[in-house]
C-alpha cells in the first residue's frame, strides 16, 4: 500500500504539535486512531517517523527530512482539487462554507440574495459550529472557506471581516432593561452571564468580560444555542451575552425582546473569512470578503434608525 493523503495529514499534524493527544483533538479523530494511522505509515515506508517518549514526540531524523515533502504533497492535492472546482464549464460554482450560528441564519441568508447578482455562478452550501471545529475541517478539506472569530490555524489565510457588537438581554423585569440606551459594563458587575460552551470564541470574550465587569459565568448552560441562553435570560436565569447580528435579528423577528449594546472596548466579537493558503483563487476569496464587508455595513445602517448603537 501506499502512503494516503490523510496519513500524511496525520503525520504533519503530529510533527506541528509535538503531540499525539494535541495533534489528535486539532483533527477531530480519537488520540488510538490517530496513532494507528502513524504506525501503519511508518511500516508502509519501512522507517520510524518520531522517537517517542512519556510525554511528547520527537521527529526523527528521516522524519524531519520527509516533513517538508509531506506538506507539499498535500498542498499539491488541494490545489489540484481546487482547481478542479474552479474550472467551472457551464456548471455553478459550489462551495461548503462553515460558519459560526450567529452568522448561519442571520447574514448568510442577505449574503446568498447580494451574491446572486454579484457572483451568480456561486452557490454555498452550510454547515456551523465553534471556530475550532470549522478551520480543522478547513485544513483537511472537507470545507471551502470558513466564516469564524479568532482562531490559531495554520496553513490558511484569513482576512478580517468585521466586529460584532456585544448586547444582552435579560428577565423584562430587570431594572436593566428599563433603557435602551448603551449599557456601561460597571452597570453588570454582580450579575451573572450565560453563554455558549468553552470551544466558542464567544465564550472566552465573555469570559474576559465578565471579569472586567465584576460579574461571574453561569454554570447551568454548556451547548451551542444561542437561542438557549436567549430563553434563559428571560426566565430569569441570568444575562445572555449576544453578538450583535443574533440580538438584532431576534429583537426585529419579535419586537418583545429588549436588547442593550455593552459599552465597552472589550465587548466585541471579531469575525474573519479563512480559506486554505494552499488555494490557486485568492483574488475570489479576497472579492468574497469585500462583498461580505459591504453587506455587513449595509445591515448595520438598516438598523441604525431602530436600535442604540
Same mark, same amino acid.
Given at each position: 500500500? $501506499?502512503?494516503?493523503?490523510?496519513?500524511?495529514?496525520?503525520?504533519?499534524?503530529?510533527?506541528?504539535?509535538?503531540?499525539?493527544?494535541?495533534?489528535?483533538?486539532?483533527?477531530?479523530?480519537?488520540?488510538?486512531? /490517530?496513532?494507528?494511522?502513524?504506525?501503519?505509515?511508518?511500516?508502509?515506508?519501512?522507517?520510524?517517523?518520531? +522517537?517517542?517518549?512519556?510525554?511528547?514526540?520527537?521527529?526523527?531524523?528521516?522524519?524531519?527530512? @520527509? /516533513?517538508?515533502?509531506?506538506?507539499?504533497?498535500?498542498?499539491?492535492?488541494?490545489?489540484?482539487?481546487?482547481?478542479?472546482?474552479? @474550472?467551472?464549464?457551464?456548471?455553478? *460554482?459550489?462551495?461548503?462554507?462553515?460558519? *459560526?450560528?450567529?452568522?448561519?441564519?442571520?447574514?448568510?441568508?442577505?449574503?446568498?440574495?447580494?451574491?446572486?447578482?454579484?457572483? #451568480?455562478?456561486?452557490?454555498?452550501?452550510?454547515?456551523?459550529?465553534?471556530?475550532?471545529?470549522?478551520?480543522?475541517?478547513?485544513?483537511?478539506?472537507?470545507? =471551502?472557506?470558513?466564516?469564524?472569530?479568532?482562531? =490559531?490555524?495554520?496553513?490558511?489565510?484569513?482576512?478580517?471581516?468585521?466586529?460584532?457588537?456585544?448586547?444582552?438581554?435579560?428577565?423584562?423585569? =430587570?431594572?436593566?432593561?428599563?433603557?435602551?440606551?448603551?449599557?456601561?459594563?460597571?452597570?453588570?458587575?454582580?450579575?451573572?452571564?450565560?453563554? *455558549?460552551?468553552?470551544?466558542?470564541?464567544?465564550?472566552?470574550?465573555?469570559? %474576559?468580560?465578565?471579569?472586567?465587569?465584576?460579574?461571574?459565568?453561569?454554570?447551568?448552560?454548556?451547548?451551542?444555542?444561542?437561542?438557549?441562553? $436567549? +430563553?434563559?435570560?428571560?426566565?430569569?436565569?441570568?444575562?445572555?451575552?449576544?453578538?450583535?447580528?443574533?440580538?438584532?435579528?431576534?429583537?426585529?423577528?419579535?419586537?418583545? /425582546? $429588549?436588547?442593550?449594546?455593552?459599552?465597552? #472596548?472589550?465587548?466585541?466579537?471579531?469575525?474573519?473569512?479563512?480559506?486554505?493558503?494552499?488555494?490557486?483563487?485568492?483574488?475570489?476569496?479576497?472579492?468574497?470578503? =469585500?462583498?461580505?464587508?459591504?453587506? %455587513?455595513?449595509?445591515?448595520?445602517?438598516?438598523?441604525?434608525?431602530?436600535? $442604540?448603537?
Amino acid at each position: 500500500m $501506499r502512503p494516503t493523503l490523510r496519513q500524511l495529514q496525520y503525520f504533519i499534524a503530529v510533527a506541528e504539535a509535538g503531540a499525539f493527544g494535541p495533534a489528535a483533538w486539532a483533527l477531530h479523530v480519537t488520540q488510538p486512531s /490517530l496513532s494507528k494511522q502513524i504506525a501503519v505509515l511508518e511500516a508502509e515506508l519501512g522507517l520510524a517517523l518520531f +522517537q517517542r517518549t512519556s510525554r511528547h514526540v520527537e521527529l526523527t531524523r528521516e522524519g524531519d527530512s @520527509l /516533513l517538508e515533502a509531506a506538506r507539499k504533497t498535500l498542498d499539491a492535492a488541494r490545489s489540484f482539487r481546487a482547481e478542479a472546482k474552479l @474550472l467551472v464549464t457551464g456548471a455553478r *460554482l459550489r462551495l461548503q462554507a462553515g460558519v *459560526l450560528p450567529s452568522i448561519g441564519a442571520y447574514f448568510m441568508p442577505s449574503l446568498r440574495e447580494r451574491l446572486q447578482t454579484r457572483l #451568480p455562478d456561486v452557490r454555498i452550501s452550510l454547515t456551523e459550529g465553534p471556530s475550532t471545529e470549522l478551520t480543522a475541517r478547513l485544513n483537511t478539506g472537507e470545507l =471551502d472557506f470558513v466564516v469564524a472569530s479568532a482562531s =490559531d490555524a495554520p496553513g490558511l489565510e484569513c482576512l478580517p471581516l468585521f466586529d460584532e457588537t456585544l448586547w444582552f438581554c435579560s428577565h423584562p423585569g =430587570d431594572p436593566l432593561m428599563a433603557s435602551d440606551a448603551a449599557c456601561a459594563l460597571s452597570e453588570l458587575a454582580g450579575r451573572q452571564f450565560l453563554t *455558549l460552551s468553552f470551544d466558542f470564541h464567544l465564550a472566552q470574550v465573555v469570559r %474576559k468580560l465578565a471579569a472586567k465587569a465584576g460579574a461571574s459565568i453561569s454554570p447551568e448552560y454548556t451547548g451551542a444555542s444561542l437561542d438557549a441562553i $436567549r +430563553q434563559m435570560a428571560i426566565s430569569g436565569d441570568g444575562i445572555a451575552i449576544l453578538p450583535s447580528l443574533y440580538a438584532l435579528g431576534e429583537a426585529i423577528r419579535d419586537p418583545s /425582546l $429588549r436588547v442593550r449594546r455593552i459599552d465597552h #472596548p472589550a465587548a466585541i466579537h471579531p469575525v474573519y473569512l479563512y480559506w486554505r493558503a494552499s488555494e490557486p483563487n485568492t483574488s475570489f476569496y479576497k472579492r468574497l470578503a =469585500d462583498e461580505m464587508i459591504a453587506e %455587513k455595513t449595509d445591515i448595520r445602517m438598516a438598523r441604525i434608525p431602530r436600535f $442604540r448603537f
